[in-house]
T-cell receptor
Framework: NAGVTQTPKFRVLKTGQSMTLLCAQD?????MYWYRQDPGMGLRLIHY???????AKGEVPDGYNVSRLKKQNFLLGLESAAPSQTSVYFC?????????FGPGTRLTVT | AQKVTQAQTEISVVEKEDVTLDCVYE???????LFWYKQPPSGELVFLIR??????QNEISGRYSWNFQKSTSSFNFTITASQVVDSAVYFC???????????????FGQGTTLQVKP
């Protein structure tokens, strides 16, 4: 099992550009989450999904969209990147009471 | 509302010292889970422990120990005889139990940066 993987690992964007972060899990988990980590603020929930075809907003959803067309994939999109979206992004999937985290994507928006 | 507070932003100790990382939480749920994660300089999140709200027994794992006290809503983490490899950011987190109205999301504290000097 690869667990939870994230693509890409690093990315630099210019303001206004768009991109999609891919999260993939091979554990057949229903619940998946996207968090962002900023200095001094811990991790905050952006969006989450409780199953294929369903998504919902978390704590800080503005500027992001998500899709869960396949159970194993959870995509996070930035339509028009802003410097405030410079962050480390973590994806996770849930089994029981434990979340399994991906390695993170470091995104810089200049 | 649920909230996790880690009041210690940064802690610096000398190797072999004991160090305690504090975590205070708020929740209205009667059933919940508490976690500690370690984030080394490489950036990944490493799961350390999970505790459910009905289990107040302290836990020890090697040099690590955890003290859960519902009366004070605290879940503190102690490293005994710290080592340089313990240098990392440590996060305390709270999760709601998955149900028709709960998402199982994690609420994280701000994190405590621990530096262990040789």
């Amino acid at each position: 099992n690869a667990g939870v993987t994230q693509t890409p690992k690093f990315r630099v964007l210019k303001t206004g550009q768009s991109m999609t972060l891919l999260c993939a899990q091979d554990m057949n988990h229903e619940y998946m989450y996207w968090y962002r980590q900023d200095p001094g603020m811990g991790l905050r929930l952006i969006h989450y999904s409780v199953g294929e075809g369903t998504t919902a907003k978390g704590e800080v959803p503005d500027g992001y969209n998500v899709s869960r067309l396949k159970k194993q994939n959870f995509l996070l999109g930035l339509e028009s990147a802003a410097p405030s979206q410079t962050s480390v992004y973590f994806c996770a999937s849930l089994r029981g009471y434990e979340q399994y985290f991906g390695p993170g994507t470091r995104l810089t928006v200049t | 509302a649920q909230k996790v507070t880690q009041a210690q932003t940064e802690i610096s100790v000398v190797e072999k010292e004991d160090v305690t990382l504090d975590c205070v939480y708020e929740t209205r749920d009667t059933t919940y889970y508490l976690f500690w994660y370690k984030q080394p300089p490489s950036g990944e999140l490493v799961f350390l422990i999970r505790r459910n709200s009905f289990d107040e027994q302290n836990e020890i794992s090697g040099r690590y120990s955890w003290n859960f006290q519902k009366s004070t809503s605290s879940f503190n983490f102690t490293i005994t005889a710290s080592q340089v490899v313990d240098s990392a950011v440590y996060f305390c987190a709270l999760s709601e139990v998955v149900s028709s109205s709960n998402t199982g999301k994690l609420i994280f504290g701000q994190g405590t940066t621990l530096q262990v000097k040789p």
